[in-house]
């Protein structure tokens, strides 16, 4: 019995060592990336650029060492930040309350060095819920039960981590920006999902809207990956409006997820 136990610990301790190794690779890709980024300029009508990746790093650092450390069966790639989402929590979909509850991560929030007035970064004490996060945190609970069970077969990682306002705080995404941004940008960022993938092995990488599907076949290609498509639960899809969470299951029943 004494055996048993001292080969039972020895196991746990092995696999809490390689889950720490495994968030310590993955939070080394964010860091390079974030790094990276800081070179790159974006003109108007950008007016700001937030990386939750450098002043929210406690949070995204949280959510990798608790949910991020071993493979996954299926990685769920995001667009880039939504300004009460990422940007307020360093997670991506990272709805406040569903990051506090439905994951169990909270985490000392910094600010971004040049705020807009009408988008402050206020971490998890902002009140303002994000619907995208919302919804896909609500499907995670009412498919897989518990963030445990959805973290043992899945992660979630954003293709992107700036989020871009313009003047009047508008979001604006990184497929509207021009060319010449975009081909430096999308360049660091592919370079950094292929090295996510290396690391969490993912049977499958599924992008959330079509955008982050056709990000990851870029990224990707050569790869032994299948690549499918979520639809995105922005509100500001009408499609989403009408019943993305029953259109979610079916694509991820027929995925096998």
Not at 97 to 114: K, Q
Not at 134 to 157: H, P, T
Not at 178 to 207: I, S
Request: charged residues 25%; contains cysteine; positive net charge.
């Amino acid at each position: 019995m004494k055996r048993e136990a001292a080969s039972a610990g020895s196991v746990g301790r092995a696999r809490a060592r390689r889950d720490a190794r495994g968030a310590a690779r993955l939070l080394a890709v964010g860091d390079a990336l974030s790094r990276q980024l800081a070179g790159l300029r974006f003109g108007p009508p950008v007016t700001h650029v937030y990386d939750p990746l450098a002043y929210a790093r406690e949070g995204w650092r949280a959510y990798l060492e608790r949910h991020g450390g071993g493979r996954s069966e299926v990685l769920l790639l995001g667009m880039n930040p939504g300004p009460f989402g990422m940007a307020q929590t360093g997670v991506p979909f990272g709805d406040v309350a569903s990051v506090r509850g439905f994951l169990g991560v909270e985490a000392a929030i910094g600010r971004p060095a040049r705020e807009h007035p009408r988008r402050p970064v206020k971490g998890f004490a902002c009140a303002r819920p994000e619907v995208s996060g919302r919804r896909f945190w609500a499907l995670a609970a009412e498919r897989f039960g518990s963030a445990e069970a959805f973290f043992a077969r899945c992660l979630v990682w954003n293709y992107c981590p700036l989020l871009f306002l313009e003047a009047s705080g508008r979001n604006r995404t990184p497929d509207r920006l021009p060319a010449a941004e975009r081909a430096e940008l999308f360049a660091a960022c592919d370079a950094a999902l292929r090295e996510a993938a290396r690391a969490l092995c993912p049977r499958v990488v599924v992008g959330v809207g079509r955008f982050a599907e056709a990000r990851a076949r870029a990224a990707l290609a050569g790869l032994d990956v299948r690549v499918a498509a979520l639809p995105h639960p922005s509100p500001a899809s009408p499609a989403a409006n009408r019943g993305w969470s029953a259109a979610a299951r079916r694509i991820l029943d027929d995925l096998g997820c």
